[in-house]
């Protein structure tokens, strides 16, 4: 074993994390009692109930859910639980899948630059408000998305093209947007095929996506064509050029404007985005690259498009975590992003949902200046962190446990 992958064995470092451990547990648990987004929660407790009555192969005969993969972790808690038992079920829901988070940010991150970095990285996410914010307070368990995210690019880093590719569309499955981690995925696939001068590694990968795909929505009976129908039937609920994200549209337009003459800007912009987040893989297929993949795939996604909404960063505190554990320049960026996202978040509760927050500070929070000043930083930090990252910042990653 490497120097690196010795941090696995530094008892130290795994007294620090089950502290770090402990504490975020301790802090998510009188979180949940916190009241977040009651339409959120009561729309998840219907789908809850909707799987207890009928099971996976009556639900989407008259219902719906863009969210399958989470309908299997709703399903019991709906047989179990009821009323307000239930909404706070659904909320603790995020706590385990943070701590899996944290405990796989602290793996593959120890194994590769020491034990003391792996509990940097998993305390970066575990101790951050906006996750906190996000899933005990919010309601939402965004984690689950992020943690087959995050197992997707270290199976890619690792050239299992295949797994790779099938938690890659369980990731989607989980939320759509988390499905945007297949795209390096497919990159990879195409890169081997070509090196190797064989189609196996487009086939393991596609195999890896019908087997992802049909593991989840196999027992729902949910077919892909019904499936984009209801994530484009969503999409058109909240037609806003800035849901709550302050990203370019919420700096030149606010969050009340609708996106009617820009939608179409926006999606090309993500196109070009999304392909442009692929260009390091030319040269280097390791962790550290895929991370930073990741990271690109990310902000493209919140930064470019319309309708983006406030938590659709939230991945991205975790993808972070390890690169911002072993570069200072990275450090700094990752705690602006995390500070300003931290009070978009407060921003959309406060403005959204009876959570409340002392007068006088809502008063400077709820205005177009906040969303400016907001849209700014984050801006400049999402800048800095991608001239960082393509410039090999992180670069202790790349070394193999």
């Given at each position: 074993?490497?120097?690196?992958?010795?941090?696995?064995?530094?008892?130290?470092?795994?007294?620090?994390?089950?502290?770090?451990?402990?504490?975020?547990?301790?802090?998510?648990?009188?979180?949940?009692?916190?009241?977040?987004?009651?339409?959120?929660?009561?729309?998840?407790?219907r789908w809850a109930e909707r799987m207890a009555d009928v099971g996976p192969l009556g639900f989407y005969d008259?219902?719906?859910?863009?969210?399958?993969?989470?309908?299997?972790?709703?399903?019991?808690?709906?047989?179990?639980?009821?009323?307000?038992?239930?909404?706070?079920?659904?909320?603790?829901?995020?706590?385990?899948?943070?701590?899996?988070?944290?405990?796989?940010?602290?793996?593959?991150?120890?194994?590769?630059?020491?034990?003391?970095?792996?509990?940097?990285?998993?305390?970066?996410?575990?101790?951050?408000?906006a996750v906190i914010l996000a899933g005990p307070v919010w309601g939402q368990i965004d984690a689950a998305g992020?943690?087959?995210?995050?197992?997707?690019?270290?199976?890619?880093?690792?050239?299992?093209?295949?797994?790779?590719?099938?938690?890659?569309?369980?990731?989607?499955?989980?939320?759509?947007?988390?499905?945007?981690?297949?795209?390096?995925?497919?990159?990879?696939?195409?890169?081997?095929?070509?090196?190797?001068?064989?189609?196996?590694?487009?086939?393991?990968?596609?195999?890896?996506?019908?087997?992802?795909?049909?593991?989840?929505?196999?027992?729902?009976?949910?077919?892909?064509?019904?499936?984009?129908?209801?994530?484009?039937?969503?999409?058109?609920?909240?037609?806003?050029?800035?849901?709550?994200?302050?990203?370019?549209?919420?700096?030149?337009?606010?969050?009340?404007?609708?996106?009617?003459?820009?939608?179409?800007?926006?999606?090309?912009?993500?196109?070009?985005?999304?392909?442009?987040?692929?260009?390091?893989?030319?040269?280097?297929?390791?962790?550290?690259?895929?991370?930073?993949?990741?990271?690109?795939?990310?902000?493209?996604?919140?930064?470019?498009?319309?309708?983006?909404?406030?938590?659709?960063?939230?991945?991205?505190?975790?993808?972070?975590?390890?690169?911002?554990?072993?570069?200072r320049p990275v450090l700094a960026g990752y705690l602006a992003l995390a500070a300003a996202f931290t009070l978009?978040?407060?921003?959309?509760?406060?403005?959204?949902?009876?959570?409340?927050?002392?007068?006088?500070?809502?008063?400077?929070?709820?205005?177009?200046?906040?969303?400016?000043?907001?849209?700014?930083?984050?801006?400049?930090?999402?800048?800095?962190?991608?001239?960082?990252?393509?410039?090999?910042?992180?670069?202790?990653?790349?070394?193999?446990?």
């Open positions: 074993m490497t120097a690196a992958g010795s941090g696995l064995r530094d008892s130290r470092a795994w007294l620090a994390l089950a502290a770090i451990l402990a504490v975020a547990v301790g802090i998510r648990v009188p979180a949940l009692g916190v009241t977040g987004h009651l339409g959120d929660v009561l729309v998840v407790s008259g219902g719906g859910s863009i969210y399958p993969a989470l309908l299997y972790l709703y399903w019991p808690l709906g047989m179990l639980f009821d009323g307000d038992a239930l909404d706070l079920a659904i909320k603790a829901l995020a706590v385990p899948f943070d701590v899996g988070v944290g405990l796989l940010l602290f793996g593959i991150t120890a194994s590769r630059a020491g034990g003391w970095a792996g509990v940097g990285a998993a305390a970066l996410y575990l101790l951050n408000p992020t943690l087959v995210m995050l197992a997707a690019l270290l199976a890619a880093a690792r050239a299992r093209l295949g797994l790779a590719a099938g938690l890659a569309v369980i990731a989607g499955l989980v939320k759509p947007q988390f499905g945007l981690v297949l795209l390096p995925v497919l990159v990879l696939a195409g890169i081997a095929s070509r090196r190797q001068r064989s189609l196996w590694p487009v086939a393991w990968t596609l195999t890896g996506m019908v087997v992802g795909y049909l593991v989840i929505a196999g027992p729902l009976l949910l077919s892909p064509l019904e499936h984009a129908g209801n994530i484009g039937g969503v999409t058109e609920i909240r037609q806003e050029a800035s849901v709550h994200a302050p990203n370019m549209w919420a700096l030149l337009l606010g969050y009340e404007r609708l996106d009617t003459g820009f939608g179409g800007i926006g999606l090309a912009m993500l196109v070009v985005g999304l392909a442009a987040a692929q260009l390091p893989l030319r040269w280097h297929r390791d962790l550290r690259t895929l991370l930073a993949v990741g990271v690109f795939v990310i902000f493209a996604f919140y930064f470019l498009p319309t309708r983006v909404h406030e938590r659709y960063l939230f991945p991205a505190m975790a993808v972070l975590a390890p690169l911002a554990a072993v570069s978009s978040m407060l921003y959309a509760l406060a403005d959204t949902t009876p959570f409340t927050l002392p007068q006088q500070w809502e008063e400077v929070l709820i205005t177009r200046e906040m969303v400016t000043a907001l849209s700014i930083v984050m801006i400049l930090a999402a800048i800095t962190l991608v001239v960082q990252l393509s410039g090999g910042a992180g670069r202790r990653l790349s070394s193999r446990g």
